[in-house]
């Protein structure tokens, strides 16, 4: 009863996108009383839509929590002795169901405007949810006419393949969630880029309004990619973070647009200045969210990450695409020239950092989908197998962000409009002076032999210390008493403290990312009984034995770690073996001081009783993913500033009542 009922509601949820996606856009055109109407019908349907997508959802995640193999899409991806954990995962695990996840959060991103959005004029908005709503008309009519998560299979097996065990981790049960809240949350910031288009206006106020959506979706890719890179790190015993693969590289293409957009957005907010800009922003962030998802379903990449090899499907996600993109970039180019921009200011300035912050993110983005992407062509096109790698990308990549972490430090220290580079220089004396010494102290231990984690060490040092002089001038911190200034810390607008937070997180995960350049390594094939020393531990093999898991069977081994004679802790990792799926996982064990990592795992025996071990040793390993969760953090704390609750200050509402009066539209509420 179950498929039948979310198989239902999910063509009920196509019916109500359309009605969204005509309401709206009809109904923001239309004369005040009857476009009151029709937009108000919009927002309805939008809620409507985002009710039944909800109950198409959950009704997906009933069937396999009771695994019911009479559905094809449980038989594929669960078995009944998988743990509840991963049933629950497996809801998203596979092409079908992740599809599902990116509907009801599509829909859930137009009920949110529906109900938070009482701030925004009423043509604003019902375009805004018009828009939301065609997006979801196509990818609704994907699920339902090519990737039907409820199709039944009779006569139904006894029990299903199973999911593809490198998901079976806390790691990746979360991850997708939020990398999709990232992708499609940026749909919002696209949705006002077209409005703001169709209606021909980008002020302050839409600047102040577009922020928080878009932060809201920067927030959420941020933690979906750092969970993504722990996962790779824990779970498959590389000892890496990142590997530059294509389908990780689809996802950090629309952070470092969306990190571009965020900024721009403010110059928007601040100047009325970098309109266009931010418009083409918006819209290109998004398609490269739709991109990743072509990408991942269309069969041309062969990845853990990747779900679909239909050629119907990755045909259907590319006409999608071009019409997504190719019909925004039109519009884009037919109304961009009559957003003129109202705000000037000279090169040296706080709106001039953003725009270099802006122009190296933009070139960091383009370097990432050109490694990425032309294999693909030249494959294709060319018939040639060219293969790019982490040694393109490291020396592409790197020497663009080095300049951005100096601006970061910069630019928060330099007045709006006009700015004096030799003054705020100046005050970040401090930092040049740390940062000295950091290289100097790196030298002096490492030597020159290294010169990627030298560059990190610097940078991060740099940056953070840079920040911390931005923060105390704030507040006065040495300047006024410490009372005094813990109060204008309390009063500190919070878009300013997260902000500031934010980057103090890319700081720490520059230095995490230093750190794990000077990792040894070492492999050893060891019997029962033998030591092996790696960073001043030892590291005794006391043997391997078997373990049975719910649906695996994991050999295991014991590693017994000291240092100076003393013991310390005992290591476990496992090498487990799924029948039902015929494949085999590495399982390692990590043992962290918060500044380190002793890092195993364990590989094939022999039949003389030795066994393959991998041992790392990873200074200050964990502050990459605490980095990334101090960014989320900031990113948190700057979205709940009170004034993106309030929206725009009145009189920016009063002008924005004024024109829509003057369209025949009702005033904003």
């Known amino acids: ?50 009710l039944f997508a909800t109950i198409a959802f959950f009704a997906l995640m009933a069937s396999y929590i009771a695994s019911d193999f009479s559905v094809e899409n449980v038989v594929q991806n669960s078995h009944s002795a998988k743990p509840l954990l991963y049933k629950i995962s497996g809801t998203w695990g596979n092409h079908e169901g992740s599809m599902v996840l990116w509907c009801l959060i599509l829909a859930m991103c137009g009920a ?17 949810i018009g828009v939301l709503g065609l997006i979801g008309v196509g990818f609704l009519a994907f699920v339902l006419f090519t990737s039907n998560p409820f199709a039944r299979i009779f006569p139904p097996p006894p029990d299903g393949r199973d999911l593809n065990p490198l998901l079976q981790d806390p790691g990746l049960a979360f991850h997708p969630p939020f990398l999709y809240l990232g992708y499609v949350g940026f749909s919002v910031s696209f949705a006002f880029a077209i409005a703001a288009l169709i209606e021909g206006r980008v002020d302050a106020a839409w600047g102040r309004w577009v922020r928080p959506w878009t932060l809201a ?116 180019a037919w109304r961009a020239p009559a957003l003129r921009p109202q705000g000037f200011f000279a090169p040296i300035s706080r709106e001039g950092g953003l725009v270099l912050n802006n122009l190296l993110l933009a070139t960091a983005t383009a370097t990432v989908f050109v490694g990425t992407l032309y294999p693909l062509f030249a494959e294709l ?20 962000m080095a300049p951005l972490v100096v601006a970061m430090a910069i630019g928060p220290l330099l007045p709006w409009k006009r700015g004096d580079l030799a003054a705020a220089l100046s005050r970040l004396a401090a930092a040049a002076a740390a940062t000295a010494f950091v290289a100097l102290l790196y ?36 300047r006024l008493p410490w009372r005094e200034s813990a109060r204008r810390l309390v009063r500190l607008p919070r878009a300013a403290l997260g902000m500031t937070v934010a980057h103090l997180g890319f700081a720490i995960t520059l230095a995490g990312i230093g750190g794990m350049g000077l ?37 295991r081994a014991t590693l ?42 364990v590989g094939e025996s022999d039949a003389n009783g ?5 041992l790392y040793h990873k200074p200050l390993a964990p502050w990459v993913w605490l980095g990334a969760l101090v960014m989320a953090l900031g990113g948190m704390l700057s979205l709940s500033d009170r004034r993106y609750r309030i929206g725009a200050p009145a009189r920016r509402r009063r002008e924005a009542d004024s024109e829509a009066a003057a369209h025949g539209a009702a005033p904003a509420e």
Do not use: C
């Open 560 to 601: 017994a770690v000291s240092r100076d004679g003393r013991p310390l802790a005992t290591l476990s990792p496992e090498r487990r073996s799924f029948p039902v799926a015929a494949m085999s996982t590495s399982e390692t064990a990590i043992r962290t001081t918060g500044f380190a990592d002793l890092y195993a795992a």
């Open 610 to 614: 030795a066994t393959v071990i991998r």
């Open 217 to 332: 979706a920067w927030v959420a890719l941020t933690l979906g990619i750092a969970l993504g890179s722990w996962w790779a790190y824990y779970e498959l015993g590389w000892g890496g973070f990142w590997f530059w693969d294509p389908v990780e590289n689809a996802s950090f293409m629309p952070w470092l647009l969306g990190t571009a957009l965020l900024h721009s957005a403010v110059v928007v907010e601040k100047r009325e200045a970098l309109k266009v800009w931010t418009i083409l922003l918006a819209i290109l962030t998004f398609s490269l969210s739709l991109l990743g998802t072509f990408l991942v379903r269309s069969g041309v990449l062969n990845s853990v990450h990747a779900f679909a090899n239909d050629p119907a499907r990755g045909i259907f996600i590319l006409l999608l695409l071009l019409l997504v993109v190719g019909g925004s970039l039109l519009l884009f």
């Open 381 to 400: 096109v060319l018939e040639a197998k060219i293969s790019v790698g982490a040694p393109f990308f490291n020396a592409v990549f790197f020497p663009l």
């Open 519 to 555: 990792a040894e390594e070492r492999i050893a094939l060891m019997r029962p009984g033998e030591t092996a020393t790696l960073a001043g531990y030892a590291i005794r093999f006391e043997g391997i034995g078997n373990v049975a898991g719910p649906n695996y069977v994991a050999a």
């Open 443 to 478: 030298l002096w231990i490492a030597g020159s032999a290294l010169l990627l984690p030298l560059l990190a060490f610097t940078l991060a040092t740099w940056l953070a210390v840079g920040t911390a002089t931005e923060l105390s001038e704030r507040i006065g911190l040495a």
């Open 1 to 50: 009863m179950a498929p039948e009922l979310g198989h239902f509601a999910l063509a009920l949820a196509l019916v109500l996108s359309i009605a969204q996606a005509a309401l709206g856009l009809v109904g923001a055109a239309q004369p005040r009383g009857r476009g009151a109407v029709l937009m108000a019908g919009s927002a309805s349907a939008a809620l409507g839509q985002f």
């Open 112 to 128: 949110a405007v529906a109900l938070f959005g009482r701030q925004l004029p009423p043509t604003l908005k019902a375009r805004v």
